[in-house]
């Protein structure tokens, strides 16, 4: 039976807070045709199925539709195979080669902008006025609402919104931190969710790079 892997990706300096991932290292035992129907069942935000571990391909769920890229996901895949002994350089999603590399005990992959899901960034006055949101702005299905903080130290304050897939609010996005670093063209440190903590880097060119802390919370063994 496939073991799942359940982590929490972007976890904040005190180890709590961190989007819910599961990944399955060897995604090759669960057959391609379920794997939809998996990552609906277990409805974490992202589900990754590693199809080859030496080199790093693997493909990327939500409940509702395989993406082509997503940040969280890429992050929780590059630190688990490290502790599994099988440190990527790269990881090898749909979208292209994605760097891999740490610093401490941090995580950071780095993507192109536009392999992110198409979020609309949607800049807000305060983080009191993103606190406030009981849902994404009116007509918007991938939203990523935002304020700054502190905007001479790049803090950033940040909830978002997936209803395409239905993931509903997500807790930590990864994608969206690289778009948003891209877009300004400034390194971020971004607080999402309930407690979660990404650090978000300008690479210049379209490109960025998006880290942080990574738990494992438990495995187990699936009757697929």
Not at 186 to 215: K, M, N, P
């Amino acid at each position: 039976m496939p073991t799942l892997h359940v982590l929490r990706v972007f976890c904040g300096a005190d180890g709590a807070g961190g989007n819910p991932l599961g990944v399955f290292l060897d995604g090759a035992e669960v057959p391609e045709g379920s794997r939809q129907a998996v990552a609906a069942e277990l409805g974490y935000s992202e589900t990754v199925f590693v199809e080859d571990r030496e080199g790093a391909r693997c493909r990327i769920f939500t409940p509702g539709l395989e993406l082509p890229f997503a940040g969280h996901p890429a992050v929780g895949t590059a630190w688990l195979l490290a502790r599994e002994g099988s440190a990527p350089s790269v990881l090898r999603p749909p979208a292209g080669e994605v760097g891999v590399r740490t610093e401490g005990e941090l995580t950071f992959v780095s993507a192109r902008a536009e392999w992110s899901p198409r979020w609309e960034l949607v800049e807000l006055e305060s983080p009191a006025a993103v606190e406030a949101l009981q849902g994404p702005p009116p007509g918007l299905e991938l939203a990523y609402c935002w304020a700054w903080e502190e905007e001479a130290g790049g803090a950033v304050r940040s909830r978002c919104w997936s209803l395409e897939d239905g993931v509903g609010e997500d807790e930590a996005t990864g994608s969206a931190a690289i778009m948003l670093s891209a877009a300004l063209g400034r390194d971020l440190t971004i607080h999402q969710g309930r407690g979660s903590l990404l650090h978000a880097r300008s690479l210049g060119e379209g490109r960025a790079e998006v880290g942080g802390l990574v738990a494992l919370e438990r495995t187990r063994e699936l009757d697929i």
